[in-house]
């Protein structure tokens, strides 16, 4: 893993001048939590701190005693990047610019008056290093004689307090419906530039490269720093955000605020957006009364007035509704509700929309300046007339479906340089046809500290610590192209962390033109189970997030390595040279169904090829599980708690529900006025009432203690009995390694159902824990599990009864 200083060089150094001389160094908050894999901006900043050199080292740097080592490379430039960020973080306060003020501030030590003679020292070494070594020009900003210690480190840093004012006074000089069109902005600075005052360099090198990004179309300007410090100062003063509400498993909802910029934001309740959303929309907030409108793809937003099916409402209004007037309801917390009404509710003229701007959107970028061309997660395409919208790949047309106000390319896999023509303009892409491999420095980490994993205290643990393969026998089926699509799109996007609603979305844009398909949510889980993500709630916010987990492998004797984690198409191709190079053959191992995804297996002749392979591989032996328990009692006192859902035995969802007292069931529990997660207490009459932070955990242990047979083995097959009920997803991978076969949904008798493909062995272990109703007549003896289990190998045993002698199955029937 690279240093904090080896990060920092290339993310604001290396990277950008790969594309031309740098004039400016932007260091966003949001990269200190990326970097340092925090949530928290005030942690991020005192790692960012404790990453410094002790004071004594800083202010030897500073004044210049201990200047750079000529020809050696630059051991400061977290220094230059702290300085940098000290003056653009969101956290400054807005009255302060003094230079040595801020970091007297920063640092806890008094810098009034202190020599900054270092700093252009160490710009300058920097100059010398990036030109010398990797080719890449730094300009440096000319010395300005009444600030020239602090000058450069001034005016390299964006958005700065001068930077800011100069946006302040051009937002004078740009009518409201024209604050966010980019052609406005540019042309007004062309034109009256002498209006902002003087400006640093930082200001023009960006303004250039947010005025060339918008040559280029595509929206690229919307990433540019240029773009976001423009944005924040018009958010200041207008308020242009919406709300989005969207589905979640067990039927609740999440809330989220949209800028026009950036990325949703997670909230707690609607009053959080009320101030950033337009004033009829706060109006409604503020009356408990907000329609949605849904867009498709499990996602409604917010809309002043329309008639509308589909509510969002305060829990007082709720109340008054007639239960049979509403199709379904789901608690977002203890104040607001999601209804769905059986018809429309709300007068008010529909909305008129305004012409589509042209251009490219909602694509999975690959490495930065490609995009998965995979439809149909391939980037759609908008323009004021969608009739008159053309697509060309290597100067052939593509058919294009229509999906909303949008075009979207016709189901395939597409790559090189697409080209789409509206009117006598044109955009070009270029699209890849899979994932880049995703390196551990880039990937975030599952972090208990940070996240609560779904699988809770089952976690890491295991039904039993048996290690020998346990062959699953069944028909094998390859998986279709869209779970290969949406296995590619999540492999990508879940690199840092992805929330649940946007993996979910990714999932419905995937089969969105495949009309006999299982439920999103069964699609997802199986990535859980396969070992591909971690399903976590965050720790401190009540919101939910994917983690990627690590490639890791499961050496099986001497000559077997079971694959676990993550393996798009990338990773299988990196594997399968890997095994060859040591000798050995990569194989796979496809599920029940075509919507389950397949195991791999690399075989090998000898230990030392084993070993061989793992270390060209760079693959980690997985650790041992733990042993697995049926639950963990947790009897805490819910006081301050709020009941807000209760569990729909027969459909699996919480219905919302209110003030009512626990009697019996599977209760959702909210902490009002908390950014808790929610509480799942089960409460079962003559038994202790128990709680749950996991929705999936709490719903298998409260069926547990109410005595029913959660699951059922049909010979080949484990599958729940009880609605959305699934194993833990750790014990679903244990079972997968030794059946070298993964889990997901398979059609049977016509209908849509999750399972397990698994041997007699692992269901005994696993009905240790959990009751399995397992019909006698079709149960194996001793003799059947002998033969299956894969460490019997060419082993023969004496069948009394049929008089013959019997050979213990070899790794024979991969498909």
């Known amino acids: 893993m690279p240093s904090f200083e080896e990060e920092c060089i290339?993310?604001?150094f290396l990277a950008p001048g790969r594309s031309g001389p740098i004039g400016s160094v932007y260091v966003a908050d949001e990269d200190l939590l990326e970097i340092f894999g925090v949530a928290e901006l005030e942690?991020?900043?005192k790692l960012l701190i404790k990453s410094l050199p002790y004071i004594s080292i800083l202010k030897s740097r500073f004044s210049g005693l201990m200047p750079p080592p000529k020809g050696r490379p630059p051991d400061y430039v977290k220094i230059l990047i702290f300085l940098c960020w000290m003056q653009t973080t969101k956290t400054r306060q807005r009255g302060d610019r003094d230079f040595r003020q801020l970091l007297s501030k920063q640092l806890g030590e008094d810098f009034t008056g202190f020599k900054m003679n270092g700093l252009d020292m160490m710009w300058e070494h920097l100059k010398d290093f990036l030109w010398r070594v990797h080719g890449i020009e730094l300009v440096l900003p000319d010395i300005i004689q009444n600030i020239s210690r602090i000058g450069r480190t001034l005016q390299m840093a964006f958005p700065t307090w001068r930077d800011k004012a100069a946006f302040r006074k051009l937002r004078q000089y740009i009518p409201e419906d024209h604050v966010l069109v980019p052609l406005a902005i540019a042309n007004r600075i062309h034109t009256s530039r002498y209006l902002l005052g003087d400006t640093m360099q930082s200001f023009e090198y960006n303004f250039e490269k947010f005025d060339a990004a918008r040559k280029r179309g595509h929206r690229e300007h919307e990433a540019t720093p240029f773009w976001h410090a423009w944005y924040a100062v018009v958010a200041e003063q207008a308020a242009i955000e919406e709300i989005e509400v969207v589905e979640s498993d067990f039927g609740s909802y999440e809330l989220f605020r949209v800028p026009p910029v950036g990325e949703r934001v997670s909230i707690s309740t609607p009053e959080d957006a009320a101030k950033l959303v337009p004033k009829p929309l706060a109006r409604l907030i503020s009356n408990g009364l907000v329609f949605l409108e849904s867009l498709g793809f499990g996602r409604y937003r917010a809309q002043a007035s329309a008639p509308s099916s589909i509510v969002l409402m305060r829990a007082s209004k709720f109340r008054e509704c007639d239960p049979n007037s509403m199709r379904s309801s789901a608690a977002v917390n203890s104040n607001w509700v999601v209804a769905v009404f059986r018809g429309k509710i709300g007068e008010a003229a529909p909305i008129t929309r305004g012409k589509r701007e042209f251009g490219w959107h909602d694509g999975i970028k690959i490495g930065g300046g490609a995009y998965l061309g995979r439809s149909p997660l391939t980037p759609s395409i908008s323009g004021p007339v969608p009739e008159a919208l053309k697509v060309e790949v290597a100067g052939k047309p593509v058919n294009l479906i229509r999906v909303?106000?949008?075009m979207a390319m016709a189901p395939g896999i597409y790559s090189g340089s697409v080209m789409a023509r509206s009117l006598g303009a044109s955009q070009e892409v270029l699209m890849v046809a899979r994932a880049n491999e995703i390196g551990e420095t880039r990937?975030?980490?599952f972090d208990l500290a940070r996240d609560i994993p779904e699988d809770e205290f089952h976690l890491g643990t295991a039904p039993s610590g048996r290690t020998e393969l346990e062959i699953w026998q069944g028909e094998r089926v390859s998986p279709c192209e869209e779970l290969?699509?949406?296995?590619?799109?999540?492999?990508?996007?879940?690199?840092r962390g992805l929330p649940l609603s946007e993996a979910v979305e990714i999932v419905r844009r995937a089969i969105q033109f495949t009309s006999d398909r299982p439920s999103e949510w069964d699609i997802l889980r199986l990535f859980a189970d396969a070992g591909w993500l971690e399903a976590t709630?965050?720790?401190?916010?009540?919101?939910?997030?994917?983690?990627?987990?690590?490639?890791?492998?499961?050496s099986v004797g001497e000559d077997v390595v079971v694959i676990c984690g993550p393996t798009p198409l990338a990773v299988v191709d990196r594997l399968m040279v890997a095994a060859r190079a040591a000798g050995g053959v990569l194989e796979t191992w496809n599920g029940p169904s075509s919507w389950t995804l397949p195991r791999y297996v690399v075989r090998l002749p000898t230990d030392k090829a084993r070993r061989d392979f793992l270390y060209r591989s760079e693959l980690r032996e997985m650790p041992a599980s733990r042993e697995a328990v049926a639950d963990v009692a947790d009897h805490g006192d819910v006081h301050g708690f709020r009941v807000v859902g209760r569990l729909i035995r027969d459909r699996g969802?919480?219905?919302a529900s209110f003030d009512q007292k626990m009697s019996d069931g599977l209760y959702r529990l909210e902490r009002p006025g908390s950014n808790s997660h929610f509480l799942y207490r089960s409460v079962v009459p003559g038994k202790s009432d128990q709680n749950?932070?996991?929705?999936?955990?709490?719903l298998l242990s409260h069926h547990m203690r109410l005595g029913s047979e959660i699951f059922e083995f049909e010979g080949t097959m484990l599958h729940a009995r009880v609605h959305r009920a699934k194993l833990p997803s750790s014990w679903a991978r244990w079972a997968s390694n030794l059946a070298l076969c993964n889990p997901g949904p398979s059609k049977t008798s016509g209908t849509w159902r999750y399972q397990y493909p698994v041997g007699e062995g692992i269901v005994d272990a696993i009905s240790k824990l959990l009751p399995i109703k397992r019909p006698r007549a079709t149960m194996p003896g001793w003799r059947e599990r002998f033969v299956a289990s894969a460490s019997n190998r060419d082993r023969k045993i004496y069948d009394s009864r049929s008089r013959t002698i019997r050979v213990a199955a070899s790794m024979h029937g991969k498909s």
């Open 404 to 406: 909303g106000d949008d």
């Open 484 to 495: 290969v699509t949406i296995g590619e799109g999540l492999y990508e996007r879940t690199a």
């Open 10 to 12: 290339e993310r604001y």
């Open 653 to 655: 969802y919480f219905a």
């Open 692 to 698: 749950y932070v996991s929705p999936s955990v709490a």
């Open 537 to 554: 709630f965050l720790r401190h916010f009540p919101a939910r997030r994917l983690v990627q987990r690590e490639l890791a492998a499961k």
């Open 443 to 445: 990937r975030l980490a």
């Open 43 to 45: 942690q991020a900043r």
